[in-house]
């Protein structure tokens, strides 16, 4: 089991890592994608990494394993700013904290896109305000059991406080993944 890197393309696509420390690009469509043995980079490099499908991750290990988000305008936590500062990640347990890109939402969200949103609007009183037209958002979601992770496109949200399910595009689903932390994702 050497160090693996594995790239998907633009169909469904299954991708195994072996024991090692492997690197998993599902590409577009719908992707089942399990790491395998190691710490493992569940990697997303543009929009159309999960549309039209979303990506199903059997595997990840909340604390060894990591989620590398890679795209315009969504900069990973290690470095870049889309409006100015550092990304940033936080749990989500009352008001928005400007400059925050990704959230953990550690409440018991359904597993539906409207449960889901349900679970981010308690836990963060329900306003969030773009700073700019182009942020995205990124919203990982619990119920106990699995982790569904979003993106919310504040596109035409910059002047609306409110997130509503037009502008919520499931990503992937955590399967086995109970809870996440700010360093489960880089």
């Known amino acids: 089991d050497g160090l693996l890197t594995l790239v998907g393309g633009a169909g469904a696509d299954t991708l195994t890592g072996g024991g090692a420390n492997d690197t998993l690009v599902g590409g577009a469509g719908g992707d089942n994608l399990t790491g395998g043995g190691g710490a493992d980079t569940f990697q997303y490099t543009a929009v159309n ?21 890679n795209i315009t305008n969504l900069i990973s936590a290690g470095g870049g700013a889309i409006d100015g500062s550092t990304a940033t990640i936080n749990t989500l347990a009352g008001a928005q904290t400007a400059g925050t890109e990704i959230y953990i939402v550690n409440t018991a969200g359904d597993g539906t896109v409207t449960g889901d949103l349900a679970a981010i609007n308690t836990a963060s009183g329900g306003t969030f ?14 119920n106990g059991t699995n982790t569904k992770i979003y993106q919310v496109d504040v596109d035409s949200n910059v002047n609306d406080t409110a997130i509503n399910t037009s502008e919520m595009t499931l990503v992937a689903s955590l399967n086995g993944t109970a809870t996440m932390a700010a360093a489960d994702f880089i």
């Open 49 to 69: 990494n999960f549309t039209p499908a979303a990506d199903t991750i059997t595997d990840f290990a909340s604390g060894t394993d990591k989620i590398d988000w």
């Open 129 to 142: 305000t773009a700073e700019n037209s182009t942020d995205l958002l990124l919203f990982a979601v619990n």
